[in-house]
């Protein structure tokens, strides 16, 4: 066997577990984006991703001749086909009706042929390394790439080249190595002209795709917005795509709009004065999510707030909105008061180190629509609210629809109940989202209509507060468990309701 044969194949079992499980991850993080539920989506892929491995291994007892040529030409294929699943998937999202089974598809093709990698790689080797030899070096040098992949994935791959680009360019990686064994050992492979040529053609289309990706991706997310898009980046932890049609700016996280230019102040006027001008003389505030700075701009409307410090877990986000100078001006430059501190950090984990007492507390996340965002709803996240609450303080929840969603509605509810606060439920029809809920909620109870609001709001009045605190017939409350970090309640009753209901 030609000496420089195994150092080769042993760098390609590394490539193919780094590009293995590159591709799963992106399959995963694109699967959330799209279809929401991270959990549900990586737990899935990761499942049919390992099962199609088995079959793959499986599949390779039946390679008994030429094995370093099928070796080079699975790889190959692997490169095409991992290299090209995220711009099919985003292209096909908006027109494909089974768009889960393409995805599947594309995982399982893309599982299997690493399945057979591996084996064939180990047959190949067989006659250089005694067995147990063979097995730690394959082994050692495949969990080094998947250990690789899983770091450089999050920190460095999606926010610096984002899930088209990184797809492009491990599928470049693995064309490339299948290329340089092919080169070296031609002599000892059959058809070597033929795997030459398609190495070197599915390199070009691979490397065109890397070069147009940014095309590709502004491409496929037009088909999925109605209006232009201005800005799109994905973060480690998110999709933002912020669109903008005349005068109005449109801003979605994961595909779903979070607040429209044109009827945000009715959102965020209901979000924070009906519990803020019931405070006189509140001077620390706390808003966690909120990371436009919408809710930010209506607090600084009151003299008396000294301190804000808003507790998001994106820094692209906040980012983003202390520097684009529309978004600027859309939240009053609110992130860039003196007043404001920005702390990028997971409310969760923050929650826990704080001893500090808050007057005011607007919870402002994301929807409960996967079980990372449903913990920030549930009662052992609220019981470390209340134990930062000053006497006589407040806070505020965004909850979801009423009308849409009430046993999720009604479960935020609930849930505050069960820690001890007094709860004062109401609702507000905002266009872009319908009639949305909110849930003031205090440790004692006594909430009284505030007296007035701050003269500059565009919208909210003492005698809407009142109307917005009556529930017609169709809202009412409805009996439900409670959202618990080990049942998560609150994220089955919000994927029930909203499942059928398109909300952009």
Known sequence: MHKKLPVLLLTSVFVVATCGLIYELIAGTLASYLLGDSVTQFSTIIGLYLFSMGIGSWISKYFEKDILFWFIQIEILVGLVGGTSSSILYLVFESAASFRIILYGLVGITGTLVGLEIPLLMRILKDRYEFKDLVSRVFTFDYIGALLASIIFPLLLIPYLGLIKTSYLFGILNVGIALVVCLNFQKEIKSVAYLKVAAIVCLMALLTGFVFANAITSYSESLGYNDTIIYSKSTNYQRIVLTKKGKMLRLYLNGNLQFSSDDEYRYHEALVHPGLSAIPGAKKVLVMGGGDGLAVREILKYPSVAQISLVDLDPGMTNLFKSNPMLLELNKSSLLSPKVKVINADAFTWIREQKEK??????????????????????????????????????????TSPYVAPKSFWCVNKTLESVGFFTIPYHNYVPSFGDWGYIMAAAKPGYKLPAAFPGNLRFLTREGLVQMRHFPKDMQTVETEINKLNNQALVKYFEEEWGAVSYQ
């Open 358 to 399: 808050y007057d005011f507390i607007v919870i402002d996340f994301p929807d409960p629509s996967n079980y990372s965002v449903g913990k920030l709803y549930s009662n052992s996240f609220y019981r470390l609210v209340r134990s930062i609450l000053s006497d006589g303080g407040l806070i505020v929840v965004q909850s």
